[in-house]
């Protein structure tokens, strides 16, 4: 039942998201790296709960990037909370920012199940879980449409 909610809720803001969606973004220069030092603060006390740890490279120095701050929030949310959620426990969370010329680079590493090639093409598809048994023995933790959508996002700021 609260699985259903939520699928509808993320289905919705997909909606939001799809082509001519970039019209609705809204656009402001924002420094990545103080966004990112938010974000890790209220991220880091959930990892070591969760026996994770995390190590976060960034540079110290801002990186300015024009983006929709609550859409990117949501892009790199939903990267961390898979990051939570599918990582080996205990295990460790690598989180990169970076800017070469005209491009700002995101990423997040974490130790979890082997996934197969084909597997990796469909990772980004709506709906779409690499393992389906782990959903079923604990309670689907999510819709399978976080990576879609972070995708969507990211597309939408040209990336
Ligand atoms: N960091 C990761 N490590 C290992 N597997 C991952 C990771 N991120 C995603 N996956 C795999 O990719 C699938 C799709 O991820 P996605 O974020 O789209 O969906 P979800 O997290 O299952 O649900 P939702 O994001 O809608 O709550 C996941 O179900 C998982 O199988
Ligand atoms: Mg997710």
Redesign the pocket.
Known sequence: MYADQSAKV?IKKYQELSPDAKANLSFTKIDLSNLLEQIMNEFEPIAQENLLTVRTIRDQTPIYGYIDTEKMVCAID?LLM??L???MKPGEITVRLSAEEQHIYFAVE?M?KP?SDEQEKL?FERF????LSRNEHHGS????????IAKNIVDLHGG
């Open positions: 993320k939903n898979n990051a959620k599918f990582s974490n979890g996934i990772l779409y879980k690499a393992d933790p999510g819709a399978g449409m976080g990576l879609s």
